[in-house]
Nanobody, 127 residues
Framework: QVQLVESGGGLVKPGGSLRLSCAAS????????IGWFRQVPGKEREGVSC????????YYADSVKGRFTIARYNGKNMVYLEMNSLKPEDTAVYYC????????????????????WGKGTLVTVSS
């Protein structure tokens, strides 16, 4: 069964760091554009960061530029989201998604082209 599984969420104080992981089963992430999204109840889903399958193009939402870094390790079939200088407004459920033909802009900016989703991991930034 095709699955994406996120991990690494938790409670962290403002200014702290977390690393989220996205792992795949039954398919290879190498050939997919991967995106991290987040959602807070009552708000629209936001594309946080995306990375392409081939040339490694990346996209970051303005709200996370300079603080978050997306990386993929194809040999490990994993994609990571390194989150630094976390703020209370980063609190959300974070989801990873994979799209076979989507560009980073299509996925993260226009929310289209996603084929698979994980169930999410909760990140809470609070003192």
């Amino acid at each position: 069964q095709v699955q994406l599984v996120e991990s690494g969420g938790g409670l962290v104080k403002p200014g702290g760091s977390l690393r989220l992981s996205c792992a795949a089963s039954e398919f290879t992430l190498d050939y997919y554009t991967i995106g991290w999204f987040r959602q807070v109840p009552g708000k629209e889903r936001e594309g946080v960061s995306c990375i392409s399958s081939s040339e490694g193009s990346t996209y970051y939402a303005d709200s996370v530029k300079g603080r978050f870094t997306i990386a993929r390790y194809n040999g490990k079939n994993m994609v990571y989201l390194e989150m630094n200088s976390l703020k209370p407004e980063d609190t959300a459920v974070y989801y990873c998604s994979a799209g076979a033909v989507a560009t980073v802009l299509a996925m993260c900016r226009y929310n289209i082209g996603m084929d698979y989703w994980g169930k999410g991991t909760l990140v809470t930034v609070s003192s």
